[in-house]
């Protein structure tokens, strides 16, 4: 893709980004007047409009941004890095490892005690996993070697959430844990907001100087090697700012699953299958799907809302397969 076509690929996900966003504050289940609650939302006594706007619609429509970005752009990073198509932010065992100390957190009552509990649990839990996935493999893993360990750390901390699960104390503990897990944007404030965008945004800062040396990536490790990049120091980057990210924004939102593997593959083609050009658009690509799969959230019918998470998965494992029928064609 040349260098026009990438300006226009931005410029119109930025258009549809900025659509859905206006849609996420005043679609839903309540449709809410917009010049109206605007307007309100700037007196000093506030319309139960401009309260639905400031402190409900608001805080769900930027968590879902920030969030979606930040899966998209991981799965996009840790695609370029193990040159895997079917490669997730999760493979290293940073969602699994997040989701397990948000668990851990959420088991001990800790979020009474202490606001910032959960989203802390879910980053030293998401560092801890993809430290153990590095003790796991060793200091010169091969991609194979990380790939198997990222999958023994996530059957691993699992295995730990199914056992606090069976020794919770009550069943409302179960279900907070669960309903949890099933991943959701409802019900969050601003006060999620500012509580999640540290480590995200020191996720994505870490994530900023990859592209050239993924890109050069694409070409072999001994010939990036030879061109002076230090491929040990760009991987361990690469998995403490998915850590840092990815834990951050789990710990806030409960498990959103797929948006990591399904945007970066859909999009490749239109970057030149160049991961350094990826990782924007697919920050781009994740936050629209996001925004889109929680808008129809807010639309279906029923007394009762279905996590997103739910339907992000509904649409990833198909596209899952898929790919995976596709990859074993080619190799026939």
Excluded at 95 to 102: E, M
Excluded at 132 to 146: D, E, K, P, W
Excluded at 196 to 201: A, E, N, S, V, Y
């Amino acid at each position: 893709m040349n260098k026009l076509s990438q300006k226009h690929l931005l410029q119109l996900f930025t258009l549809l980004l900025a659509a859905l966003t206006v849609s996420s504050l005043f679609v839903g289940s309540n449709p809410i007047p917009i010049v109206q609650a605007l307007l309100e939302s700037f007196s000093d006594d506030p319309s139960i409009f401009a309260i639905i706007l400031t402190e409900v619609r608001l805080p769900r429509t930027l968590i879902a941004v920030i969030v979606g970005a930040t899966l998209g752009a991981s799965g996009a990073a840790m695609q370029g890095l193990l040159r895997n198509p079917l490669a997730s932010p999760g493979l290293i065992g940073s969602a699994s490892g997040a989701a397990l100390g948000a668990v851990i957190v959420l088991y001990f009552g800790l979020v009474s005690l202490f606001s910032l509990a959960l989203p802390l649990g879910g980053i030293i839990g998401s560092l801890f996993a993809t430290l153990l996935v590095y003790l796991l493999s060793g200091r010169q893993a091969g991609t194979v070697t990380l790939i198997l360990a990222g999958v023994a750390v996530n059957a691993l901390t699992l295995a730990m959430i199914s056992l606090l699960l069976n020794l919770a104390p009550s069943p409302y503990a179960v279900q907070e844990i669960v309903l949890w897990m099933l991943g959701s944007l409802a019900n969050h404030s601003l006060d999620d907001l500012w509580v999640m965008l540290p480590g995200t945004l020191l996720g994505w800062a870490l994530l900023l100087g990859c592209g050239r040396k993924l890109d050069a990536l694409t070409l072999g490790e001994e010939t990036a090697q030879s061109m002076g990049i230090n491929l040990f120091r760009l991987r361990w980057r690469v998995f403490l700012a998915v850590a840092l990210a990815v834990g951050s924004a789990i710990s806030v939102t409960g498990s959103i699953g797929f948006i990591g593997l399904v945007v970066p593959h859909l999009l490749r083609p239109l970057v030149g299958y160049q991961p350094g050009r990826l990782m924007t658009v697919s920050a781009l690509g994740g936050a629209i799907l996001l925004l889109a799969a929680d808008i129809s959230v807010r639309l279906l019918p029923g007394s009762t809302e279905i996590n997103v998470g739910v339907i992000t998965s509904l649409v990833g494992a198909p596209f899952f397969l898929y790919l995976i029928l596709k990859t074993r064609r080619y190799q026939l």
